[in-house]
């Protein structure tokens, strides 16, 4: 006559089941949106688990953040965030995260790709919060903090990206936005420099 049932498979006691890796990993075929199956199960262990929670930008679906958080016990919950990727509960702190360097400097050495970053900035200006962006770095980039920017220099299909402009920009946008700041941290410890900027 209608009437829905929960299909129960398996019933144990709380304590005879630690929450694994797997159970943590969030997919991203089933939609990472709210509503999406993947969304409710994530949303699910973050009432249920007792495990600490980070919000993540819907858009990150495929970020390394997402295996590290499963690897850490950490419930990674994805939703749309205004400015920025990644996030704390009362926390005062937006992590932004990008890949490499070459991706900051396409956004901040073209004006045309600014905008975005300018919005993020006033948004989370009026919010009251910090805006960080963790950059991954390479071996050859020897890029640790903004000044090194000056001398950096990337090749890529024949065309020679030099990081001159892209330092005077960066040091602009911090001049403007005194809440904004830039850590630079190698690629493979990308995810947890975004934890410890968020933890602290």
Same mark, same amino acid.
């Given at each position: 006559?209608?009437?829905?049932?929960?299909?129960?498979?398996?019933?144990?006691?709380?304590?005879?089941?630690?929450?694994?890796?797997?159970? &943590?990993?969030?997919?991203?075929?089933?939609?990472?949106?709210?509503?999406?199956?993947?969304?409710?199960?994530?949303?699910?262990?973050?009432?249920?688990?007792?495990?600490?929670?980070?919000?993540?930008? #819907?858009?990150?679906?495929? #970020?390394?953040?997402?295996?590290?958080?499963?690897?850490?016990?950490? @419930? &990674?919950? $994805?939703?749309?965030?205004?400015?920025?990727?990644?996030?704390?509960?009362?926390?005062?702190?937006?992590?932004?995260?990008?890949?490499?360097?070459?991706?900051?400097?396409?956004?901040?050495?073209? #004006?045309?790709?600014?905008?975005?970053?300018?919005?993020?900035?006033?948004?989370?200006?009026?919010?009251?919060?910090?805006?960080?962006?963790? @950059?991954?770095?390479? $071996?050859?980039?020897?890029?640790?903090? @903004?000044?090194?920017? #000056?001398?950096?220099? *990337?090749? *890529?299909?024949?065309?020679?990206?030099?990081?001159?402009?892209?330092?005077?920009?960066?040091?602009?946008?911090?001049?403007?936005?005194?809440?904004?700041?830039?850590? *630079?941290?190698?690629?493979?410890?990308?995810?947890?420099?975004?934890?410890?900027?968020?933890?602290?």
């Amino acid at each position: 006559m209608g009437t829905r049932y929960i299909g129960v498979r398996r019933s144990l006691p709380a304590s005879a089941y630690q929450v694994t890796p797997d159970d &943590i990993r969030v997919g991203t075929e089933g939609g990472w949106r709210q509503g999406d199956p993947n969304w409710r199960h994530a949303l699910l262990l973050a009432n249920l688990s007792g495990l600490p929670v980070l919000s993540s930008d #819907s858009r990150e679906g495929k #970020s390394p953040m997402v295996d590290w958080c499963a690897e850490h016990g950490v @419930i &990674i919950l $994805p939703q749309y965030l205004p400015a920025g990727d990644y996030t704390l509960s009362g926390s005062n702190v937006i992590v932004d995260r990008k890949d490499n360097i070459l991706e900051l400097y396409k956004d901040f050495a073209g #004006s045309q790709n600014r905008q975005s970053y300018e919005n993020a900035a006033l948004l989370t200006q009026i919010a009251g919060k910090q805006l960080v962006y963790v @950059i991954g770095t390479a $071996p050859d980039d020897h890029v640790v903090q @903004i000044s090194d920017l #000056s001398h950096w220099q *990337f090749t *890529f299909k024949n065309q020679t990206f030099v990081g001159t402009h892209l330092y005077q920009q960066v040091l602009r946008h911090q001049a403007m936005y005194p809440h904004i700041s830039f850590i *630079f941290a190698k690629r493979e410890k990308v995810c947890q420099t975004i934890w410890d900027t968020l933890s602290k």
